[in-house]
């Protein structure tokens, strides 16, 4: 069954802490992406990537670390440097970057403070 | 900003009806998607319409675009209880996609 998993659904995070969501995805695909989704917004990008042991910053990758070592796995880490990290993390992939990719999301992961 | 602005940002209407919900944007368009949410979900990829389009459909969904304008609508006839959602556009022509955000649709039976 292809798809792009995210796990955990839920992440509780302690001040001064860092936390890493996963995201795995079987469908073979280039590019990978996180979104940063608060209530009611839409979504804005953090890190992406379009090769393994590539990555490039998006809008807001403050306080966010990521790392491509395998093709299948895109992990994002929330550092202590983060200072507003509760909001609902999505991770896509596409084939490649073209204008006519299409993205494929995972569940999402909710992450919030203690 | 190349943001995408969707309007109205809430809908609500009767099953049966017609929605409709529009996306803009202040730089030019390539290719535009469109993505549903359901809440607490990830985004599925609903339609994409080409530059070179004007109009699209799939089912119950119809898609127009005026790229002299920047803009497009994406219209869902005939709406049930389950087209509950959030729907975002997306310009192609920024590689990664940048979403707007969103028109909350909410369908009552």
């Known amino acids: 069954d292809g798809g792009i998993t995210q796990s955990p659904k839920y992440l509780f995070r302690k001040e001064g802490q860092n936390v890493t969501l996963s995201c795995e995805q079987n469908?073979?695909?280039?590019?990978m992406y996180w979104y940063r989704q608060d209530p009611g917004q839409g979504l804005r990008l953090i890190y992406y990537?379009?090769?393994?042991?590539?990555?490039q910053k998006g809008d807001i990758a403050e306080g966010y670390s990521v790392s491509r070592e395998k093709k299948e796995s895109f992990p994002l880490t929330v550092t202590s440097a983060q200072k507003n990290p509760t909001a609902f993390y999505l991770c896509?992939?596409?084939?490649?970057?073209?204008?006519?990719?299409?993205?494929?999301f995972g569940s999402g992961t909710q992450l919030s403070v203690l | 900003s190349q943001q995408g602005e969707e309007d109205p940002q809430a809908l609500s209407i009767q099953e049966g009806e017609n929605a409709t919900m529009n996306c803009s944007y202040k730089?030019?368009?390539?290719?535009l998607q469109w993505y549903r949410q359901n809440s607490g979900r990830g985004l599925v990829h609903l339609i994409l319409?080409?530059?070179?389009?004007r109009e699209k459909h799939s089912g119950r969904l119809r898609v127009t675009l005026d790229t002299s304008k920047k803009s497009s609508s994406l219209l869902i006839t005939a709406s049930r209880a389950a087209d509950t959602a959030s729907y975002f556009c997306?310009?192609?022509?920024?590689?990664?996609?940048?979403f707007g955000k969103g028109t909350r649709l909410s369908v009552i039976a």
């Open positions: 990537s379009q090769i393994v042991n590539d990555f």
């Open positions: 319409i080409r530059s070179n389009e």
């Open positions: 896509a992939s596409s084939i490649g970057q073209g204008t006519n990719e299409k993205l494929f």
């Open positions: 469908l073979n695909h280039d590019a």
């Open positions: 730089t030019s368009i390539n290719n």
């Open positions: 997306a310009n192609s022509g920024n590689t990664p996609l940048v």
